[in-house]
């Protein structure tokens, strides 16, 4: 295993939730980190939370724009390793109800994005590091009815790291996949989301919902593993098996 002190890692989706944890769990490696998304408010207030000094960095930037993926690659220079968690709440509709301009987003914010990012990062990637990206586990468990669309996006990343971790070799090229997660982005459910958690917890293998910080240790273990490419690991409590 590698040691990440003094790596510069790359976090796409930095300023919250999963993102955020992996920020966390890489300053407690020893790394330099650039974390970066589209507010720049949220990306202020999470470079405070990070309390890392200078070997915290923030950039603004929209992972949907090439220019600004552009901008981002260039003024980072030479990095270590990429992460992306980035992504949005996904489409939900039956397929004969899809809402074609909402669900072209949804492809431009995840696998589009993904692609741009891939496409700069080669440029100051140095040799030995590691791309990781996040799919989940609708691809496993697609909600019906609502989750073709999602399905076939979250599905792609495993097939996209894997023609990626050849084509970029050595680099090693991965992806996480991340069941529920107890971050930010389910407070939308307000007073219902304690009880949801609850009865999906005691239906889980793991009998947890994992945390930020849980699945945050799937990317720092696959940026360290030297030998470890091509492969998507599931942190999901054991979700894809019920």
Known sequence: ???????????????????????????????NIVITARSADKLQAAQRSLNGG?????????MTAEA?????????GAFDHLVSTAGTLPPGD?????????MRA?????????II??????QGLRPGGSITFTSGINKDKP???GGSVVSAIAGSFSYFARALALELAPTRVNVVSPGWVDTPMWDILGDAKAGYFADMAARLPARKIPTAAD?????????????????????????NLI
Do not use: C, W
């Open 215 to 239: 699945v945050a240790a799937a990317y720092i273990y696959l940026m360290q593993s030297n030998v470890t490419t091509g492969e998507t690991l599931r942190v999901d409590g054991g979700h």
């Open 117 to 122: 990012l891939a496409k700069y990062a080669v």
């Open 106 to 114: 949804f492809v431009d914010n995840k696998l589009i994005g993904a």
């Open 1 to 31: 295993m590698e040691t990440l002190v003094n790596q510069t890692i790359i976090i796409v989706g930095g300023s919250s939730g999963i993102g955020l944890g992996i920020a966390r769990a890489a300053l407690d490696s020893g790394a």
């Open 94 to 102: 039956p397929i004969g109800q899809t809402d074609m301009a909402g």
């Open 68 to 76: 600004d993926i552009a901008r981002l690659f260039e003024e980072v």
């Open 54 to 62: 200078d070997r915290v960095k923030a950039i603004a930037a929209d």
């Open 143 to 145: 909600p019906v009815p």
